[in-house]
Nanobody, 120 residues
């Protein structure tokens, strides 16, 4: 199995910053992509940002220019730097990893989620 452990959520005022981190551990042969999703109350889970092993990134339109995703392939970690936060960024943020546990077996794993609240 593979475990994803997230850290860094919390309460921040509008315009503030937070940094989320996620570490993957366990039965990992290789990791294709890692990313962050979020789910606000009453809404569907949505992609925030993702990064593949080669470094290419993908961002949701609403976070472009404010959020930056980065990854350390050697440590199997992914970070999300969130700047200029807005109340609409309030959600539970989930780490996601597309993992090969063997050369033939590939699965998607999720972290437990970390709450981000943007409020004055």
């Amino acid at each position: 199995q593979v475990q994803l452990v997230e850290a860094g959520g919390g309460l921040v005022q509008p315009g503030g910053s937070l940094r989320l981190s996620c570490a993957a551990s366990g039965n990992i042969f290789s990791i294709n992509s890692m990313g962050w999703y979020r789910q606000a109350p009453g809404k569907q889970r949505e992609l925030v940002a993702a990064i593949i092993s080669g470094g290419s990134t993908n961002y949701a339109e609403g976070v472009k220019g404010r959020f930056t995703i980065s990854r350390d392939n050697a440590k199997n970690t992914v970070n999300l730097q969130m700047n200029s936060l807005k109340p609409e960024d309030t959600a539970v943020y989930y780490c996601n990893a597309d993992v090969k546990t063997t050369v033939l077996v590939r699965r998607v794993f999720w972290g437990q989620g970390t709450q981000v609240t943007v409020s004055s």
